[in-house]
Nanobody
Framework: QVQLVESGGGLVQAGGSLRLSCAASGRTFSKYAMGWFRQAPGKEREFVAAITWSTTYYADSVKGRFTISRDNAKNTVWLQMHSLSPEDTAVYFC?????????????????WGQGTQVTVSS
């Protein structure tokens, strides 16, 4: 019951920042836990961050640099990224799973966006 569309990706130099947005169409957006995943060429999709209505969780690789947030009134979740490095280059996906539970496993999520490319140059 949720359609997701990511935006905000692009090219940024190392040390720079980007803010990714995920717009959801569902009328019950507030009942879904949201997550961000990323996938680099030739690699598996990896967990980045997740958020319920009150709890956030981050992968060790982005802890202290990335911030996930949401606004239920706007049906939107964001991923604010700072101190980017080439290792952060990947397609970033927004995902949703029904219920206010922190989920870090991609297989558990029910809905996915198409992804937005983030490229960090040296």
């Amino acid at each position: 019951q949720v359609q997701l569309v990511e935006s905000g990706g692009g090219l940024v130099q190392a040390g720079g920042s980007l803010r990714l947005s995920c717009a959801a169409s569902g009328r019950t957006f507030s009942k879904y836990a949201m997550g961000w995943f990323r996938q680099a060429p030739g690699k598996e999709r990896e967990f980045v961050a997740a958020i319920t209505w009150s709890t956030t969780y981050y992968a060790d690789s982005v802890k202290g640099r990335f911030t996930i947030s949401r606004d239920n009134a706007k049906n939107t979740v964001w991923l604010q990224m700072h101190s980017l490095s080439p290792e952060d280059t990947a397609v970033y996906f927004c995902a949703a799973v029904y219920g206010m539970v922190v989920v870090t496993t991609a297989e558990t999520y029910n809905y996915w966006g198409q992804g937005t490319q983030v490229t960090v140059s040296s």
